[in-house]
């Protein structure tokens, strides 16, 4: 059974930072690309960064230079560094998995950016 569960979102002031976290189980860690989605009522769920097994990342264009998506193994955790954080930040934020084309989601993790 193909289990997510993300960590670290809270309020955090414009230009603060935050690390989420997504603990896996359920699946061979190491071989899969992990990803970072987010979204905002009524909005559609958006890629925020995509990691490979392999350590290859990309990234959406608006958290380019600010946001780091990376990998522990061992630990079977991705995680997503956030600096400088914006108002627009703000969302839930999703962990991802791709297994044989079906999509696995955390629960999500809110994240609001306001003063």
């Known amino acids: 059974q193909v289990q997510l569960v993300e960590s670290g979102g809270g309020l955090v002031q414009p230009g603060g930072s935050l690390r989420l976290s997504c603990v896996a189980s359920g699946i061979s860690f190491s071989v899969y690309a992990m990803g970072w989605y987010r979204q905002t009522p009524g909005k559609q769920r958006e890629l925020v960064a995509r990691?490979?097994?392999?350590?290859?990342?990309n990234y959406a264009d608006s958290v380019k230079g600010r946001f780091t998506i990376s990998r522990d193994n061992t630990k079977k955790t991705v995680y997503l560094q956030m600096h400088s954080l914006k108002p627009e930040d703000t969302a839930v934020y999703y962990c991802?998995?791709?297994?044989?084309?079906?999509?696995?989601w955390g629960q999500g993790t809110q994240v609001t950016v306001s003063s």
């Open positions: 991802n998995v791709n297994l044989a084309r079906l999509d696995y």
């Open positions: 990691i490979t097994g392999g350590g290859s990342t």
